[in-house]
């Protein structure tokens, strides 16, 4: 696989948002007599702890992009890497800060996906917040950019054959056909 380059927003935002580490699919509660028939017919599901069962959707996905980017302006001290200085009157430049993590269903009190205790036995889509990932600069492209660098250093890369864009791409191609 060829090195990734993120030259500008546009790369940095696809980058994002087809990372299969800031992805998961989509998953809907069933009842359980409707677990055996939608294994019949090739869906993966899973059962919580408390009973609850999901049919996973592997072709709707939900992305960390759309539901987990924190993004924050505020006023610096410095043109680059400023900090918001205690005298306001100091804090003259503008900055976009963005937070960002993976999303995961993982069990509601302890955040894994094993249980906490007995009470601890649902799970739910939880947000993460991994502070490597942390970045600002003076506007947002800008800052999106060096936050997709920051993932490519931290999580790597992945080929593009397997993001949710071309895999649609070729779902439509074949309907075509």
């Not at 989509?26 to 359980?32: A, M």
């Not at 430049?93 to 995961?104: N, R, T």
């Not at 947000?127 to 660098?149: C, R």
């Amino acid at each position: 696989m060829k090195k990734r380059v993120i030259r500008n927003a546009h790369d940095a935002y696809w980058f994002l948002k087809d990372h299969p580490k800031f992805n998961v699919p989509e998953r809907t509660e069933i009842d359980e007599d409707e677990i055996e028939e939608a294994k019949q017919e090739g869906f993966k599901v899973t059962v919580d702890q408390s009973g609850k069962a999901y049919r996973i959707w592997p072709k709707i996905i939900r992305h960390a992009l759309d539901c987990n980017l924190d993004i924050f302006y505020t006023k610096v001290n410095h043109p680059t890497r400023g900090r918001v200085d205690k005298d306001a009157s100091k804090n003259k430049y503008v900055e976009c800060w963005l937070e960002f993590g993976p999303i995961y269903y993982g069990y509601a009190y302890s955040g894994c996906e094993t249980p906490l205790s007995e009470w601890d036995d649902t799970t739910m889509l939880l947000h993460s917040h991994d502070t490597d990932l942390d970045t600002g600069a003076p506007t947002f492209d800008e800052a999106l950019v060096k936050l997709a660098k920051l993932v490519l250093k931290h999580y790597g890369d992945y080929e593009d054959k397997h993001s949710q864009r071309e895999v649609l791409k070729k779902l439509i191609a074949v309907s075509k056909a």
